[in-house]
Each structure stands twice: as C-alpha cells, then as structure tokens.
C-alpha cells in the first residue's frame, strides 16, 4: 500500500490546532514516528482485548502506558485523536473537526456528498458513547460496516427453495457502463470504504472506494478493522462480526470486477473517468487499475475472489445485497432515452440485433432509392 503514507499525510493537514499540539511520548502527532507509534499502541491493545473495546479504554490506556500525556485537560482531546485514528486506520469514515462542540463526535461529510440513506444516518453522535464498543458507535452514524442483509428470506442456501428467486446478474448486462449511458449515473471515487457502493437513485450517483489495496491487505494483516466486530450474536440491528467483515472487503474487491473489467465499455469508460486530476490529489492505487482494466487477473492475484460468467446478489454479495440489488433493479428498469442509448444497450440481444438489421435494412433502401432517383435524373437529361 505504497499510497497510504501519503494519504494520512493528507489527513493529518486537517487536524486542528488543539490536536497538532498532542504529544505521543514527547514528539508532536505530525512527527512519521509518533503517528507510527500511537497506531501500534492502539492497534497492539485492540488486538489484545477480546471483547470489544471502546474509545475510551483506548484512551485511558494510552495514558496509562506514557504514550498520552495523563494531564485531565488533555483527555478530551486525546479521545477525539484515538477516533480520528480509529478513521484513518480502518479507513471507514475520516473524522470532522470544527464542526460541533465538545460534547460530539463528527464524521466529515463532502459538499457534493449524495444522501442515499444507505450509509449514513446521522454525521453527529453524542460523545458520551465514546465509553461503548467501537461497534455501537458505529452503528449510532449508520451502516458503516454492514453485515449480513437483514433480508433473510432471500440469502438462504443456494441450494434451498428460495434460490428460484434469485435474479441473475450477467457482467455484460450489469455494468458500469450501461449505468453511464441508460441512467446518465456519475461515478465518486471516495477515500471512505462505508461508502463503497452507495447508490443515490435521486442524484444517478454511485461511490465507489479508491483503494482496494486495503481490502486485499487488511484479512492478511488482521488490521484494525477487525477490532470494530460485534460480540453480539443476535442483535436486533444487526453488526458485523469478524466472517461478515472479511466477507465484506472481499465482496468490494469482487465488484470493481463486475462493475468494470468484465466489460469491454467498461473498462474503456474507466479509463475515461479516472482521469490525471483525481491522480493530482490523491495518490494511486495500483490495484484498483489492475481490477478495473484488465480482463483476466491471472495467477498474479491468486488471493482475490475468482471472477464468475454470472453473478448472484444473494449467493456472491451477502453483505452488500442491497446496494447491489438497488442498483441492478435501476438498471434493469432502465430504458434507453435515445438513439444513441439505444445503440449501446445490449442487454436485450434480440432487440439489439433486430434494431441493427432494420438499420441496415433500412438504410441500404434509402441508398438504392436515392441512386435509382439520381438515374434517372440522369436518364432525362
């Protein structure tokens, strides 16, 4: 993940005064080694607890340890570093400073930034539930780190009744470019992973996650990430637990492949829209150009999920079953607006054929009528 150094560079010009002058030991936060040192603090004690840990065990054992200072005019500011580097290390949500009072804790939201409804509930949280598990307070935002759909009618075996009803979803029909050109649907390359797939059918907006290299890096790793999972068996809001969430990054890296490289279009269009700008401000993912233009993985990847001729929501998608299946039904309701549309729009073969030999038909008339007028213009004189 060569571009990740340069990326919390990024973050850390966003911190606040009263955060850039937090110590780690005795070296200020924007030093490379302090950053290094607090995320392996954080990331040693979240890997050590069993249960799940909260922002402020976090923080009570980073003073306790000497890697905070233990003054009580600090702690206040030191929780809201552990949750911007709870953020930066899970890359779920980047904190927002500036935005609210003490008393909160914010997630930064874009300008442009679609209200689909299926991420984020609120950006705002009482900072009071800093003292409950990483998990509750996630879910207190939203959806960030979904598990299972609560759709259970139509997740179960592949093999049991239900299968009957699952609807197919071909590459060639359900891709990034058919949604570019039948649903005029622009792409956001997005630095928060919660947002992977968030489909706004009121904007035609789709976000998609710009670092897939962290997807395939964290099961490897046992990142941080994996301390946000729920002890809970059976809530009744569902959360993720450890098999959902390595489900979850294996599921985001699997639909770059449905989206893009199992499409010729596609992976033109991606070529298109992923231009030199969004290179000038964010540094680059390799794998996400290799997932995204290349039309055969190969063995070099051996680690990610093999691509499939035909995909089910239900069966390849478990986690993220709703934002696939919003945006598949669109799409398949879909109807071309236009000539143009029509011409690009596969799906259908019959009609697609048939719409092309009318043309053919048609325009090949057209001509011969026109060359036997110009005879006999040429008869008469």
């Not at 689909?116 to 879910?139: H, N």
């Not at 051996?302 to 598949?328: G, H, N, Q, T």
Request: glycine share 4%.
């Amino acid at each position: 993940m060569s571009w990740y150094d340069r990326w919390i560079f990024q973050q850390l010009q966003n911190l606040p005064h009263s955060l850039v002058q937090l110590r780690v030991g005795k070296s200020k936060i924007q030093e490379t080694h302090s950053l290094n040192t607090l995320f392996e603090s954080i990331e040693d004690y979240c890997a050590r607890e069993t249960e799940g840990v909260s922002i402020d065990e976090i923080t009570t054992h980073l003073r306790e340890t000497g890697v905070f200072d233990d003054a009580n005019s600090l702690q206040g500011h030191q929780t809201l570093l552990v949750f911007a580097a709870l953020g930066w290390c899970s890359m779920l949500y980047q904190a927002a400073f500036n935005v609210c009072s003490a008393q909160e804790l914010a997630i930064h939201q874009d300008s442009d930034q679609p209200q689909s409804g299926l991420v984020f509930d609120m950006y705002k949280v009482s900072a009071e539930l800093s003292d409950r598990p990483i998990s509750v307070l996630l879910k207190a935002f939203g959806n960030l780190l979904p598990a299972r759909s609560s759709n259970s009618g139509y997740l179960a075996s592949e093999t049991g009744s239900m299968a009957s009803f699952w609807r197919p979803l071909h590459p060639e029909e359900t891709n990034a470019y058919l949604l570019h050109v039948l649903l005029r649907v622009q792409i956001r390359w997005v630095d928060t992973l919660a947002l992977h797939l968030d489909y706004d059918k009121s904007t035609r907006t789709l976000s998609l996650f710009r670092y897939p290299s962290f997807c395939l890096e964290m099961p490897l790793s046992r990142g941080l990430i994996f301390s946000f999972s729920s002890i809970e068996s059976f809530p009744e809001d569902p959360r993720a637990n450890e098999e959902e969430i390595s489900q979850f990054l294996q599921e985001v890296l699997l639909s770059y492949r449905l989206l893009f490289a199992q499409s010729a279009p596609s992976r033109r269009l991606f070529r298109q829209i992923y231009t030199m700008s969004d290179l000038g401000n964010h540094p680059a993912d390799s794998l996400l150009f290799q997932l995204c233009t290349q039309k055969r993985i190969g063995q070099k990847l051996a680690m990610l999920p093999a691509d499939k001729p035909l995909y089910f929501a239900a069966r390849d998608f478990p986690v993220l079953y709703d934002r696939i299946e919003l945006m598949a039904n669109d799409l398949k309701d879909a109807r071309p607006s236009s000539i143009l549309s029509l011409m690009r729009d596969r799906r259908d073969t019959l009609k697609y054929w048939t719409f092309w030999l009318v043309a053919i038909f048609g325009g090949i008339s057209i001509f011969l009528s026109l060359v036997q007028v110009i005879l006999q213009g040429f008869s008469m004189m």
